[in-house]
């Protein structure tokens, strides 16, 4: 079966950071388009960012300069670094992978991220 599991959110100060990782499993992410969505409470969920299988990276404005989106496919595993966080960054994130020649994706379950004093 294929699994994409989030994991490293938490609370952090505003200013602060956190690294979030997410590892495939039953897919290769060789060949897959990843991405970062966040949901926060009564909002939409918003894609953040993306990286294709070619290493093409793309942010949501409200993130460049401050959140970086990395993978190692021989890790199955994709990263994103986030930094001087606000209470905007606020949500739930979520791990996408779409297959770069077809219809196919798949979400994994989360982690919450929540900037506070």
């Known amino acids: 079966q294929v699994q994409l599991v989030e994991s490293g959110g938490g609370l952090v100060q505003p200013g602060g950071s956190l690294t979030l990782s997410c590892v495939g499993s039953?897919?290769?992410?060789?060949?897959?388009?990843m991405g970062w969505y966040r949901q926060a409470p009564g909002r939409q969920r918003e894609w953040v960012a993306t990286?294709?299988?070619?290493?093409?990276?793309n942010y949501v404005e409200s993130v460049k300069g401050r959140f970086t989106i990395s993978r190692d496919d021989a890790m199955n595993t994709v990263i994103l670094q986030m930094s001087s966080l606000t209470v905007e960054d606020t949500a739930r994130y979520y791990c996408?992978?779409?297959?770069?020649?077809?219809?196919?994706?798949?979400w994994g379950q989360g982690t919450q991220v929540t900037v506070s004093s």
């Open positions: 039953g897919i290769s992410f060789s060949s897959w388009t």
């Open positions: 996408k992978a779409d297959h770069y020649s077809s219809s196919r994706s798949y």
């Open positions: 990286i294709t299988a070619g290493g093409v990276i």
